[in-house]
């Protein structure tokens, strides 16, 4: 699976973006989805995910209630609509995939996902 995140870019404080994930190679609907999202000199770190059947999402408190994590598998695409932004959450957003997460290992944890994209810069200036 070929995983192709964008949408990315700069946007001023209180702002709005939506990122797009399209999966290649294999059906998107075979995995849980994930965002994660890594700031200069810090770890990656959890966003939002979504079970395969996108009956189930799961959120970092950091940005609950401000981003939305969504699936349309008749396009093998995730989605990340992020709403009132903040300069925190200026990052590299990468999306991922895998058939583990919901099922054996917990949607937040990276080492469960199988596939990555190359990555997507967010930059919310104050």
């Known amino acids: 699976v070929q995983l192709q995140a964008s949408g990315g870019g700069l946007v001023q404080a209180g702002g709005s973006l939506r990122l797009s994930c399209v999966a290649s190679?294999?059906?998107?609907?075979?995995?849980?989805m994930g965002w994660f999202r890594q700031a200069p000199g810090k770890e990656r770190e959890f966003v939002r995910a979504?079970?395969?059947?996108?009956?189930?999402?799961s959120s970092a408190d950091s940005v609950k209630g401000r981003f939305t994590i969504s699936r349309d598998d008749a396009k093998n695409t995730v989605y990340l609509a992020m709403n009132s932004l903040k300069p925190d959450d200026t990052a590299v957003y990468y999306c991922?995939?895998?058939?583990?997460?919901?099922?054996?290992?917990?949607?937040?944890?990276?080492?469960?996902?199988?596939?990555w994209g190359q990555g997507t810069l967010v930059t919310v200036s104050s």
């Open positions: 190679g294999r059906t998107s609907s075979s995995y849980a």
């Open positions: 991922a995939a895998g058939v583990r997460p919901y099922v054996t290992a917990g949607p937040s944890t990276p080492e469960a996902y199988d596939y």
């Open positions: 979504i079970s395969r059947t996108g009956g189930t999402t």
